[in-house]
């Protein structure tokens, strides 16, 4: 084997994140790689809402939206996690979801290129990515949706001067590989569009830098460990903050919500992009989580993610080569994510039988197994036990069995 366990265990004993680990909540006995999918508990989670019910909630009743700054949660939230995107203060807001967010975000770009009626959107990105921009298109009429595939076609897509704004996901969700997002940004940027990105399988997973782009938005329960439906971020570049305005006008964005107004007057700044009352309880676990995070060099971060998923390609290739495993995420580290993707013609069983033996990826159809290094709490020892038992698993078929086949809800 190119590296042994005891190899890896040193490698985990010299790395500066490893203290981070027992901050977070993992069962015994699991290998736990599907951070790309929900992030793992942070143990002070608990503590934190607890605080908020008892309390905030609890102690001071309705008093705690002023007392406690719930009502600034979206704004104080967003600084907080702007460093993690390479953003400054006043350029996030938290709340809502990602489906929600995106409407936020092409709705206030197509109304910066009004004589523009065509948005570009990426056949592989996650579904609801597309399915929002479908449904925004056809709630405002007159809008063309024209698909590329990646970055191939692009340009072709952007030449005829008519492309308002492009979404695309600076990591694709299913093979992990990773767009130059500076270089992709100028293209559009220098064709007269927008450019709006998803960071849902960015943010936390190494150092993003979101600054050049128009607008982006992102999911917190990732590697983010905000926890399960923990809100959504948008970022707002300065240059548009004065005059980008969306559709969904709630009453958390307007300049004077208590002023109880007929009418909608946005919030100055990046405030306008909140739309409903934040969910307290979830601001107070992702919270928790950003106090750890204010504690990683994001340096390191990059560094241990490309060690992880580099070490995990190796092992695999080496332990599995003869069954039939094909790796679609890329090589270069930085064509990459904190992801890698394998595919293999029984890829759902083969998922549920690693699960079974406590290895956690996930199966996304038609093929793929991913598998997610959250380099806060994923140690190389980790990666080679993952490597070893799913070689077992392949190598001794247990995939066979009847009941890996049947499908659950999520998969």
Known sequence: MAISRADCAALDAADPLRHLRDE?????GTVYLVGNSLGAPPKRASAAV??????????????????????????????????????????VVVGDTTSIAIVKAVSAALRLRPGRRVIVSDLDNFPTDRYMVQG???????????????????????????VA??????????????????????????????????????????????????????????????????????????????????????????AAPFAFEPGYRPAEGVRRFA??????????????????????????????????????????????????????????PERRGSQVSFTHPEGYPVMRALIDR???????????LRFGFAPLYIRHVDVHDAAVTLAEVLEKEHWRDERYRRRLAVT
Not at 24 to 28: E, Q
Request: charged letters at 20%; proline letters at 5%; hydrophobic letters at 40%.
């Open 358 to 368: 406590g290895v956690h990826g996930d199966f996304r159809a038609p093929d793929i």
């Open 50 to 91: 607890a605080r908020v019910v008892e309390e905030e909630w609890g102690g001071r009743l309705v008093g705690a939206w002023n007392a406690d700054g719930w009502f600034d949660l979206p704004t104080s939230t967003g600084d907080r996690l702007a460093p993690l995107i390479g953003a400054g203060p006043g350029q």
């Open 275 to 332: 739309v409903s009352t934040p969910h307290v309880l979830s601001f107070a676990s992702l919270n928790a989580s950003l106090d750890i995070w204010e504690r990683a060099d994001l340096a390191e971060v990059r560094a241990k993610s490309v060690a992880l998923t580099s070490l995990f390609i190796d092992l695999v290739e080496e332990l599995c080569a003869p069954y039939g495993l094909g790796l679609v995420t890329s090589r270069d």
């Open 24 to 28: 977070f909540v993992l069962p015994d």
């Open 136 to 162: 925004l298109a056809g709630a405002l009429g007159g809008y063309e949706i024209r698909d590329v595939r990646g970055t191939e076609g692009l340009d072709e897509a952007l030449a005829g001067g008519d």
């Open 165 to 254: 704004c492009v979404l695309l996901s600076e990591v694709d969700y299913r093979t992990g590989n990773r767009h130059d997002t500076a270089e992709v940004t100028a293209r559009v940027q220098a064709a007269g569009a927008l450019m709006v990105w998803d960071l849902c399988h960015s943010a936390g997973a190494y150092q993003v830098d979101v600054s050049p782009a128009d607008f982006a938005v992102g999911c917190t329960y990732k590697y983010l460990n905000g926890g399960p439906g923990s809100p959504a971020f948008v970022y707002v570049h300065p240059r548009h903050q004065a005059d980008a305005e969306h559709i969904l006008t709630g009453w958390h964005g307007h």
